[in-house]
């Protein structure tokens, strides 16, 4: 019964530190997008400029990564680990695809004439930069974990019993997704 309540313990724990992160990573996003909000008053604002259509094609990708993430759990509480393999190699792919296109936005940004700094940059410009490469950072992150989730899926570590580090990952992955889904409409309406 000791360890029962320990292990309970180290789990709530666990999910309190992945929160307590989450928030944290919450409040930085708000803090940086309140200060696009009070600098779109700036004279020099670019206002006319519509994001690149790749920028909409990454964001219906990455919500298709949500669901490919959440029903690889479904299939592993369903003892179908073929299916979760192929679920959780297409949830990756898709990861990484939604990375291209984010770099293929940012070079369609370039091709229009807009810079992160220097003579052809503007504030706006600026802060989509910032605003993007920061949620890249935190996806990166998140290819990270998932490729954790997939090497202990693959030692067979996740059970209809034991999904806390699938849960722990796929929270995370939730959580990215959703941020990204925030900042895209944030920028498109918000010029």
């Known amino acids: 019964m000791d360890g029962d309540l ?3 313990k180290q789990i709530k724990a666990k999910k309190m530190m992945l929160w307590f992160g989450i928030i944290s990573m919450s409040m930085t996003f708000a803090g940086l997008t309140s200060a696009y909000v009070v600098s779109k008053s700036r004279p020099d604002w670019l ?4 994001l690149p259509q790749l920028f909409l094609y990454s964001t219906i990708i990455i919500i298709i990564s ?4 959440h029903f690889a759990k479904t299939a592993i509480k369903n003892n179908n680990r073929s299916l979760a393999n192929s679920l959780m190699l297409v949830t990756l792919i898709l990861g990484a695809l939604f990375v291209y296109m984010q770099f293929a936005g940012f070079d369609q940004i370039i091709e ?12 706006r410009m600026s802060f989509v930069y910032v ?9 990166l992150g998140g290819l990270i974990v998932l490729l954790v989730v997939i090497y202990n899926h693959f030692r067979k570590k996740y059970t209809a019993s034991n999904m806390l580090g699938f849960e722990l990952g796929l929270t995370f992955w939730h959580f990215v997704d959703a941020l990204w889904v925030y900042l895209f409409l944030f920028l498109y309406f918000f010029k």
Do not use: P
């Open 6 to 8: 320990r292990n309970k």
């Open 47 to 50: 206002s006319e400029y519509a």
């Open 66 to 69: 949500s669901f490919t993430f």
């Open 131 to 139: 605003l993007v490469v920061a949620h890249l950072a935190h996806i």
């Open 112 to 123: 229009d004439g807009y810079h992160f700094t220097g003579a052809a940059s503007n504030v």
